[in-house]
């Protein structure tokens, strides 16, 4: 049937550290391959380190907004050692929780636009991280030629999803979706071209999932559900999303 998309999950975080092969191994028999974000140089390093182990994880490396305080330069450094390298960059974006003052939210905002400028050069792919800041992200995005943005657990409401389908923008869903209808239904908003499944392992979901770490194999369990909403046949939400996961990283 063909290979389905990881579009965001922490493969380099200390959860998967001790079955981290095994985790490769399942990826290849269940033909899955994953973007595996970073959340800082530390992380980005061991990003880039597991992608040599298989041509199924690529490597997005940055900075997350909760890890603004890390060294910028020393990433910016990182990113064009290997630009030839990455598939994209990430994990990005914005998020007023981490902050306790304005001076910290600037300092996100230097972080994204300083990596948004990175993408932009190297012609590559981003994953952006909105929690309550869609607006300002919405904002600052139309300032970059970067076609391939993908908001990553998109939680806006009905009203910024469709400016993010204005922009352009790709939007993912998760392990959520399987059992939220409040999610069921911005998916079924969305427009088709621009929907990604992702797990954001290793956070952990209730319900039929048990509280459990994610898994990548949790995903097919989220085509299955993308499916229902759009009332197509799994087969058909898999070659949907490979045409989706194909322009997003521009393969």
């Known amino acids: 049937m063909g290979w389905i998309l990881d579009a965001h999950i922490h493969l380099s975080d200390p959860e998967y550290s001790d079955d981290i092969d095994g985790i490769i191994h399942s990826m ?3 033909e899955l ?11 980005s390093k061991i990003t880039l380190d597991l992608a040599k182990k298989s041509r199924c994880i690529l490597p997005f490396i940055g900075i997350h907004p909760e890890k603004a305080s890390d060294d910028l330069d020393a990433m910016t450094e990182l990113v064009e050692e290997n630009a030839g390298v990455i598939s994209g960059i990430g994990e990005i974006g914005l998020d007023r929780t981490y902050c306790s003052d304005e001076d910290q939210f600037k300092r996100q905002v ?20 909105s929690r309550k800041t869609l607006d ?18 998109f939680d806006g409401s009905k009203k910024q999803l469709g400016r993010a389908m204005d922009l352009g923008c790709f939007v993912s869903y998760g392990p959520v ?62 070659t949907m999303l490979q045409d989706n996961a194909a322009r997003y990283l521009g393969v």
């Open 110 to 129: 230097l972080v994204f636009t300083k990596l948004m400028d990175a993408a932009e050069k190297l012609h590559k792919p981003v994953s952006v991280h």
């Open 136 to 153: 300002d992200l919405l904002e600052i995005l139309p300032s970059y030629k970067t076609p391939r943005v993908l908001l990553h657990w």
């Open 33 to 43: 391959k994953a973007c595996a974000v970073s959340m800082d140089n530390s992380s």
């Open 177 to 238: 979706m399987v059992y939220s209808q409040d999610k069921q239904v911005l998916a079924s908003r969305s427009d088709r071209d621009k929907v990604l499944v992702e797990t954001d392992g290793p956070v952990r979901f209730s319900h039929c999932f048990e509280m459990k770490a994610a898994q990548i194999a949790f995903v097919p369990s989220v085509v299955f559900a993308l499916s229902q909403v759009f009332g197509q046949s799994y087969g058909e939400t898999v």
């Open 28 to 30: 290849e028999k269940m």
